[in-house]
C-alpha cells in the first residue's frame, strides 16, 4: 500500500522581478510503501532539499500532486496546514531544532501539547519512547548539556512520539560525530523493522547504505533508483559507490 505518492512534481522560482525562473523541480514522480526506508541522494543545487520541504508540507509546489495517507496535500488549506503535518509528519533536521529553553523532555512534548493531548497520555508515550532510544537518564537536561548524539536522538523522540505516517530525515548523521552517527543510522532501521515509513535526504553514501532503497536526484529530476534486496549494509554501499561513478561517468550498470 503506498503512503506517499508524487505525481509530476514541478517547483518553479522566480527572481524578485520576475525575470527569471528556476526550475528546481521538473517532474518528479515515484511512491513510497508503508513501511519502506528510502533515502534520497543528489550533489547540492539537485532539487532534494527543495523536494523534501514540500513533501513535508514546508513549501508548497508549482504544480503536480503530493498524496499522503490518501490526501492530496496541495488541498490542504494554509490554516489547516500545520495540524495536517503534526498529525502527519514527523522531521529529524540536520542541526536538531531543538529549543535551549526546554528541557529534552519538553521539547518531545511539544508536538503533543501543541495537539492539546494531556499530561497523562504524553508521559505514556514518552515514558516506552524513552527506553527504546535509551534517552531516559538526560530528559531532564538542556540541549546545551547534552552531546550532538544525544541531542539527535531526542529529536527522533520528538519526531515519532505523534506516530506518525511517515518520518523526514534530513541530513540526520551531518552534524555527528561517526559513532553518534551510526547510533543514529542502527536506531532507523530498528524503527524501520517496527513498521516506521522512513524518507531521508542525504550526501552519505554510508546513511544511504542503511535505506532500503536509494533515488538519484539530478537538476530537479529523479532520474535512477537502486534497491537494497537482501544486500547487507556494506555490500548495498558498494553498490551506492558504484551506481554514483557509473552515473557520474555516464554510464549504466
Not at 13 to 24: H, I, Q
Not at 137 to 165: D, M
Not at 222 to 237: E, L, M
Amino acid at each position: 500500500m503506498n503512503i506517499l505518492e508524487v505525481s509530476q512534481l514541478k517547483k518553479i522560482y522566480s527572481t524578485r522581478f520576475g525575470g527569471n525562473k528556476v526550475w528546481a523541480l521538473k517532474n518528479v514522480n515515484f511512491c513510497v510503501e508503508e513501511g519502506e526506508y528510502i533515502a534520497i541522494m543528489g550533489e547540492s543545487g539537485s532539487g532534494k532539499t527543495t523536494l523534501l520541504n514540500i513533501l513535508a508540507t514546508l513549501d508548497r509546489p508549482t504544480s503536480g500532486s503530493v498524496i499522503l495517507g490518501g490526501r492530496n496535500i496541495s488541498k490542504v488549506k494554509d490554516s489547516d496546514i500545520a495540524a495536517f503535518r503534526r498529525d502527519n509528519i514527523g522531521f529529524v533536521f540536520q542541526d536538531f531544532n531543538l529549543l535551549d529553553t526546554f528541557t529534552l523532555e519538553d521539547n518531545i512534548y511539544l508536538p503533543l501539547v501543541l495537539a492539546g493531548k494531556k499530561y497523562k497520555y504524553m508521559k505514556g508515550k514518552l515514558d516506552k519512547i524513552s527506553k527504546y532510544l535509551k534517552i531516559e537518564e538526560f530528559l531532564q537536561k538542556y540541549p546545551y548539556e547534552v552531546s550532538g548524539g544525544q541531542k539527535q536522538r531526542a529529536a527522533v523522540a520528538r519526531a515519532i512520539i505523534t506516530s506518525p505516517k511517515l518520518v523526514f530525515a534530513d541530513e540526520p548523521t551531518g552534524s555527528l560525530d561517526s559513532k553518534s552517527a551510526d547510533e543514529l543510522l542502527r536506531l532507523f532501521e530498528r524503527l524501520n523493522r517496527l513498521g516506521q515509513t522512513i524518507l531521508m535526504v542525504t550526501h552519505s553514501v554510508k546513511s544511504a547504505s542503511a535505506a532500503n532503497r536509494v533515488l538519484f536526484i539530478r537538476d530537479g529530476e529523479i532520474f535512477h533508483q537502486i534497491y537494497k534486496g537482501t544486500d547487507t549494509n556494506i555490500k548495498f554501499y558498494e553498490k551506492i559507490s558504484t551506481t554514483i561513478r557509473l552515473l557520474a561517468s555516464g554510464g549504466e550498470e
